[in-house]
């Protein structure tokens, strides 16, 4: 096909010639790449793949069950695939797990007791953490039971304090969390190797410590996962990577056999555990979505890193670097003034499949110090796997996207939010 059809159908959607021609040579230089991206995919789908003929992922799987969900055959083999795929004992992924934030408090609440220290040596975790481990006073905190906490942070360059590691580890110290994606942050993401370094440096000291990893936005980026390289338990949210779009709700925790049922004693009830919880209807979705999670991951990959080039390109800050690995999906520019970040989220907003014709403001979210504006056109109400942006108005006017379940989509929003901010005059592509 030539490359005019394509043209054509863009600007049938109000992209310029001028923009089309600077994006598709942006595309061009990324092929390469993307080849990449593309075997990392292959390999992570015939995982997935062989993790369900493995444990004969059948029809009377994808049924569900009512009540109470004893003998949730369907529940019970996804928990077995994702055992599998994550090379773990077990694992738990269940609806009643409301998100991400829920699966990691699960994950933190089920393995601590009173008199425990939880060490972070990889620096703040993500906002919502804060107030699940009390470092901001709030209801229900592991603070409130009794569970101390330390923090290590990593040094100016990114690498690990490895000496204040050591330092902070003492009889107390049960559980180690580490966070794989920078979140909203500008530390670099930590690679999956880079994890198994500061498992083996923690593990070297204190054998027992329960190394876990914040897994969100990890997953299948990479061929190994951080279950590969010694953690104990990886905990993430099914409205990202795992779930492929199609989960509408969801966390999981796979690990050691021990860390699982005790996070499955806490959902549910002591005594009860993963015996109970009905999967009701959604089988389906959470099978279908884990089995599209590779390649649905490679096409947010491949839009975050045309993002990174095309604003890199235009003289932005770009975190990561057009030209760095990835690790996570997440992109940030940094667009420095109120007017780009707001035109960047009208754009993705225009290009979404659901509410394309609203457009988004900043406004007053609770729990934030500044306003935000959020350009968000999903089926799942909140799925950030989904093409989805925010960014905080206030310096340094950044906006932080992913996403996209398809390359071709991901290509489309970010084409058509420089659009917005060329229409809007702030940026020209004419001396470039
Ligand atoms: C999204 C995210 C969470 C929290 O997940 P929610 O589903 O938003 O509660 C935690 N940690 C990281 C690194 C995340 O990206």
Redesign the pocket.
Known sequence: MSENYLKEMYSSLGISEEVFDFSAAVVAQLKERFAGIDEVAEYNQLKVLKAMQKHQVSEACLLGTTGYGYNDLGRDTLEEVYASVFHTEAALVRPQIT????A?ALALMSNLRPGDELLSPVGKP?D??EEVIGIRPSKGSLAEYGVTYKQVDLLPDGSFDFENIRKSINEKTKLVTI?R?K?YQTRPTLSVERIGEVISFIKGIKPDIICMV?N??GEFVETKEPSDVGADMVVG?L??NPGGGLAPIGGYIAGKKECVENAAYRLTSPGLGKEVGASLGILPQFYQGFFLAPTVTAGALKGAIFAANVYEKLGFTVVPNGSESRHDIIQAVTFGTEEGVVAFCQGIQAAAPVDSHVVPEPWDMPGYDAKVIMAAGAFVSGS?IELSADGPIKPPFAVYFQGGLTWQHARFGITKSLQTLVDKGIVSLKNL
């Open positions: 998100c991400g934030t829920h990691l993500y919502t953490l966070q994606s979140g914040d969100c936005y949210s409205i990202k950030s």
